[in-house]
Each structure stands twice: as structure tokens, then as C-alpha cells.
């Protein structure tokens, strides 16, 4: 049987989910669900114990839908959330904040196109690079907004968006310009790698060099 052929399609995007999740996000989401696979997991073992292998096959395949194929098995924005997070040392569980972190792929290709543009290290770049990623991560704190009660360091950062330019961003990343090069870098080549929690924590870490010491 080939993967490819157009006949299965459903194995097609399984793969193609597999290969976007890495051992990290697999471990978060079965910690999220204990329960669920811990039922699905000893019936499987029960039924390779008994050679019931129909049986053991259902049981992984319920295991593997819930885990890649289910409409909430995209969790990118919540894994970037809690990278972000991570980065500028938010002291309350990013949990909290998964309620209000839709999917936006929208929003994720600005953060990686703003990323481009600073990396290349040339002045005019740089500025427009700022502007889109100065945008695009006021977009991501008002998604955020309706669950940001307690989290006291995404407001402080919240309200240095407000008064942040393009213009001062630029200045201060000119100031460590090595640092701003390698984060920035760290950001494409994870959202290249569909890495969201290693690209949230590269873009939380520009913002915590720029505005949170």
C-alpha cells in the first residue's frame, strides 16, 4: 500500500500530521488526556496480549485519531502561546491562555516574515520588519486579551506595545545586533520546521530584550 496514492487520503494527512509533531507535543497532548489513552493504551496491550490484533489495532487507531486527526489535534498557536510565555518568564501556567489562542496561520506568517526581513540586518528591512512584527504581535495580545486576567507579565508587555514604534525597535535592536540576529534566525528556521513552541519561544524572546528588562 502506498501512503501517496490518492485512495487514502485520511493516511495522507496523518502523515502529514505526524510529521509536524515532535516527541514534545505528542508527550503535552497525551498529558493533557491521561485518562482517554490510558484506557485506549491498556486495551490496546490487553489485546496484543491476547492476540485479539483487530482488537489492538482499533484500540492504537483511536489513540493515533484523538492525537493527530482530530479537528483540536492542530495545537500550533497553543504550543507558541506556551513558548512565548516560557521566553518572557510568565510566572502563571500558559494553560490559562489556550482558551483564547485560535488558530491564525495568517498571524504566524507575518511573525516569520517580519523575522526574515530583521535578520537580513539591512536598515530598511529591519524597519519594515519591525513594523509587520510590531503588528502582528499587537494582533496576537489582543487574541490573548479575553484570558490575560493574572497574567501579570503579558500585561506589561501588553502595555508597552501600546506606545512601541518601528523606530525604537530598530535603535534598540542596533544596540545588540548579533543577539536580534540569532533570535530572529531561531524564529524562521522553527516556523520553517513547524516548531510553533521553539518559534514562540524566539519571538517571546525578542520581545523580553526589547521591552522587559
Do not use: W
Amino acid at each position: 500500500m502506498c501512503i501517496r496514492d490518492r485512495k487514502y487520503p485520511v493516511l495522507k494527512r496523518l502523515e502529514a500530521s505526524i510529521q509536524k509533531n515532535s516527541e514534545e507535543d505528542i508527550a503535552a497532548k497525551l498529558l493533557n488526556n491521561m485518562g482517554s489513552y490510558f484506557h485506549l493504551a491498556t486495551s490496546a496491550y490487553a489485546a496484543i496480549c491476547d492476540k485479539r490484533f483487530r482488537d489492538a489495532g482499533a484500540n492504537v487507531g483511536a489513540m493515533v485519531n484523538e492525537i493527530f486527526l482530530l479537528p483540536g489535534a492542530d495545537n500550533s498557536m497553543k504550543e507558541f502561546v506556551a513558548g512565548f510565555a516560557e521566553s518572557i518568564r510568565e510566572s502563571k501556567d500558559p494553560a490559562g491562555l489556550f482558551g483564547c489562542a485560535k488558530e491564525n496561520k495568517a498571524l504566524f506568517d507575518s511573525l516569520n516574515n517580519a523575522c526574515d526581513l530583521i535578520r537580513g540586518l539591512i536598515p530598511e528591512n529591519m524597519l519594515k520588519g519591525s513594523k509587520i512584527l510590531l503588528n502582528a504581535t499587537r494582533e496576537f495580545m489582543r487574541m490573548l486579551s479575553p484570558c490575560m486576567n493574572g497574567y501579570s507579565t503579558f500585561k506589561r508587555l501588553n502595555d508597552k506595545l501600546r506606545s512601541a514604534t518601528p523606530e525604537g525597535m530598530v535603535r534598540l535592536m542596533n544596540r545588540a545586533v548579533s543577539t536580534f540576529f540569532h533570535l530572529a534566525n531561531d524564529a524562521v528556521e522553527a516556523f520553517a520546521q513547524k516548531k510553533h513552541k521553539k518559534a514562540g519561544i524566539a519571538v517571546g524572546a525578542i520581545f523580553k530584550e526589547l521591552f522587559l528588562h
